[in-house]
């Protein structure tokens, strides 16, 4: 079971090393300075106001960090959420999206003390390249009339038509705000290839704030769209909740819930993985979803583990969640002391930043190497894809949860199936194993070997295997060393079974069930109800048991 004790005490506990100080203030300082453009690019993309962004990373980032499951991982705004808090946003306003935060972080709470970080692994993959590639992409086109300048009232959120709006709209292109969205693009992309340690983002956003300032160019900037950047601190409130708002937006929180889970489980492993550590699921979501919550008191939006982040952390010499403290302390300070220069910010820069996170969260070649993979898998991909671009992520995640799911059934019910052994027996490894080649099968007896899990998406596979037999045998012995599991839906098909059985004047024998799926057997009150002497431990005791029987009939 895991431990839930945040991984901070844990680090004290052992022993907190000036040597592990410098390299949390080095990772700490490092992210910070990576997570200061993303924060507030991050949050002009999902609707709300630049500084939102910050509170996020430094709100939510420290409570995460002093209650987390992971020893480096990095949390605040992330691309992933720019989908759905757009979507709340617009519908709802920011009252909408605090309230559908706040259940989102005590459902992430709840799933902690559940235990169900195990759970949230079983999210097939496919489904989860699915909806991030399509994140990607619709990022990507949110940025479009940013980056070129495009004279457009308002963008439609609607894909297909705020692609139609971009063609139509083509011929407004501004000149000066293609060369600063394009520089800063250039700008990122080669300092990223041969610098590593400070991040193109934050070099992008220094020099062509400066050139746009120092040449007065005619572009928007987060002032012109915003107003000033606030230099201080939000008073902590919570929103107006309504019952009716809570059951409009309870959707909405499960999917926030489910993404944040994911993105956090999914950075803790990249984040072990480099680190050779092990993190702690369930107190990871426990402090995800206090996180959120505070977050939200502060004005700031949805926060999950960032993977790209974590990752720099590490590189950095980040070694405890002390760096992640840093990290958000760092961000608290230029808030307070330069934050109102980020008004300066053209907004095609802050585009440009955007259009690298939407490339790096694409996994176009995961994508791609996805489709080779079976039918079902590729099905599962594209339908989770074109449902989040075209329709909704909530939408996409469920749809693609259970198609998943369901072809996980089918699968596994073709697999389950019982044959007709009986005169094949004395060929089984078992019996030249023990040398039983001399022992004979009663006549009157039938053996089947069941092969498979006997679940509910099984059954009526079973149910047509086991009555190939046209005559009606005097004893049927099932072998059940193939089975490892049972749920009720077995359980009813062999009690339709053993009743048959009873009408018909046959015996039926179990034999070789395994320990668990004895336990429930018995559970379920099946094997009171066919007998203790129904049971036989190999097919030995079985054929011996039956030969009994049957000469016990004659006799009578």
């Known amino acids: 079971m895991t431990k839930l004790e945040p991984k901070l005490l844990s680090v004290f506990r052992e022993g907190y090393t000036k040597a592990l100080l410098r390299g949390d203030i080095l990772g700490g300082l490092t992210v910070g300075i990576v997570a200061l453009p993303l924060a507030i690019a991050l949050a002009i993309a999902s609707g709300v106001k630049p500084e939102q962004g910050l509170y996020t990373a430094i709100f939510a980032g ?87 300048g495009l004279k457009i009232d308002k963008v439609p959120a609607d894909f297909v038509e705020k692609w139609v709006e ?38 992008a956003i220094l020099v062509v704030t400066f050139v746009v300032q120092f040449f007065d160019l005619p572009v928007q900037t987060i002032e012109t769209r915003f107003g000033n950047v606030p230099s201080g601190l939000p008073s902590p409130h919570l929103p107006n909740i309504s019952f ?64 790209a982040r974590t990752a720099t952390n590490i590189k950095s010499g980040g070694k405890t969640p002390v760096a992640a403290l840093i990290h958000s302390i760092f961000l608290l300070l230029v808030l307070l002391f330069i934050g109102k220069w980020a008004a300066l910010i053209p907004m095609a820069t802050l585009a440009a930043v955007l259009i690298i996170v939407a490339y790096n969260m694409s996994e176009w070649r995961e994508f791609v190497h996805l489709l080779k993979s079976p039918r079902g898998d590729v099905v599962v991909l594209l339908v989770t894809f074109l449902l989040t671009v075209f329709i909704d992520l909530t939408v996409a995640i469920q749809i693609g949860i259970l198609l998943a799911a369901f072809l996980f059934l089918q699968k596994m019910s073709s697999e389950t199936s019982a044959s007709l052994i009986t005169e094949n027996l004395k060929d089984d490894e078992e019996f030249k194993a023990r040398d039983m080649s001399a022992v004979e ?105 039956a030969e009994a029987v049957l000469k016990d009939r004659v006799s009578k």
């Open 441 to 545: 099968i009663p006549k009157g007896v039938e053996v089947f070997e069941i092969y498979g899990s006997l679940f509910f998406g099984a059954v009526r596979q079973f149910k047509e295997s086991i009555r190939v037999v046209a005559k009606r045998p005097k004893v049927i012995i099932l072998r059940m060393r193939q089975v490892p599991t049972i749920d009720a839906s077995g359980i009813h098909v062999l009690e339709e079974l053993a009743a048959e059985a009873r009408e018909n004047g046959q015996l039926l024998i179990f034999s070789a069930v395994s320990r668990g799926v004895y336990r429930v057997m018995r559970q379920s009150g099946f094997v009171e109800t066919v007998g203790r002497d129904s049971f036989a431990p190999d097919i030995f005791v079985a054929l011996e048991r």
């Open 166 to 203: 971009y063609v139509r709209h083509l011929h407004t292109a501004d000149v000066y705000t293609v060369a600063v969205g394009g520089s800063s693009l250039l700008i990122i992309i080669l300092w990223n290839k041969w610098v590593k340690r400070i991040p193109g983002q934050l070099i």
């Open 62 to 148: 420290f409570t995460i960090a002093l209650l987390g499951g992971t020893r480096t991982g990095i949390s605040g705004p992330t691309g992933a959420f720019i989908v759905i808090v757009y979507g709340i946003v617009e519908k709802y306003g920011y009252d909408g999206l605090a309230v559908a935060t706040l259940m989102a972080g005590v459902l992430l709470i709840l799933m902690g003390l559940a235990r169900m970080g195990a759970f949230l692994k079983f999210v097939p993959y496919p489904v989860t390249v699915g909806f991030t590639s399509a994140i990607a992409l619709i990022i990507f086109s949110s940025q479009v009339s940013e980056f070129v």
């Open 244 to 307: 009716e708002m809570v059951q409009q937006l309870f959707m909405p929180a499960v999917t926030i819930a489910l993404l944040a889970g994911l993105e956090s489980l999914l950075s803790a492993v990249v984040a072990d993985g480099m680190t050779g550590a092990r993190h702690r699921s369930n107190m990871e979501l426990i402090a995800q979803g206090s996180g959120n919550i505070v977050s939200i008191i502060f004005g700031g939006i949805p926060a999950t583990g960032a993977i």
